[in-house]
């Protein structure tokens, strides 16, 4: 996997629809879910991850797929390196109800110096909290919502290997440090929501009529598939 994101991140990136390079990291969209590039297309369709998926969201319901990405953080002095700020990532998405999440796993080891996630221990229990532009606000929430710190505690800096995973809630505050060496964090992002959630009708790049969907109806769409539980 780490090979092919290479290739995919440092020379198709220039000439995909679905890449980009933003300040905070270098993307590329759907590898899995769109192109069915292996092995990224059978593991965010696993039906051990959709299980897996359900479990978190402790609801019986089908687990339908939002979008799976090659999120790499540069080395430090290339774009694509800098801090990404603190956040939600619910208020990005016209959905009627929590349950939405990710899975963030690494492709090589990796120092906290490089930009590895930190997390608000709790912070989910504050509901949404507003939608901010992690490239121009670098402490994020934070700045709006100060008693965050005081309540949440923060999770310490982590060293991850090769294959190591987290997941969290669309509504736990989390961030990264910019990379500060000159190797690039090398990281892969499967996100699922649950499959009774209804688009709001609310104007979005992805959910919306041309997608097939309707509004204040379930997600149904072959763009969202469902990969556990349908």
């Known amino acids: 996997m780490l090979e092919l994101a290479k290739i995919e991140i ?23 879910r769109d192109d ?15 299980r897996n998926a359900q479990r978190f969201m402790r609801r019986e319901v089908p687990v339908g797929m939002h979008a799976d990405m ?8 290339v774009g694509g390196s800098s801090v990404t700020g603190y956040h939600q990532d619910f208020p990005n998405f016209p959905l009627d109800r929590a349950g939405l999440l990710t899975f963030w796993i690494a492709l090589e080891d990796m120092t906290p110096d490089q930009g590895v996630m930190r997390f608000f221990s709790g912070s989910h229990k504050e509901g949404p909290l507003g939608r901010r532009n992690l490239e121009q606000d670098e402490r994020g929430l934070l700045d709006h919502y100060p008693f965050v710190e005081r309540i949440h505690p923060l999770s310490p800096p982590m060293s991850l290997k090769a294959g190591d995973c987290t997941v969290h809630s669309s509504l736990v505050i989390h961030g990264a440090p910019g990379n500060t060496t ?23 790049h992805i959910f919306n009529a041309e997608a097939g969907l309707e509004p204040l109806q379930p997600v149904r769409s072959p763009k969202f598939p469902v990969i556990y539980g349908g």
């Open 36 to 50: 069915g590039i292996e092995p990224f297309a059978t593991l965010c369709r696993s039906k051990v991850i959709g």
């Open 182 to 204: 000159d190797r690039a964090r090398w990281s892969y992002l499967m996100s699922y929501f649950p499959g009774d959630a209804c688009w709001t009708g609310a104007p979005h």
């Open 70 to 77: 090659l999120a790499v953080k540069m080395p430090s002095g």
């Open 10 to 32: 440092l020379e198709k990136a220039p000439d995909q629809v679905r890449a980009h390079e933003r300040k905070v990291w270098r993307d590329v969209y759907n590898l899995g």
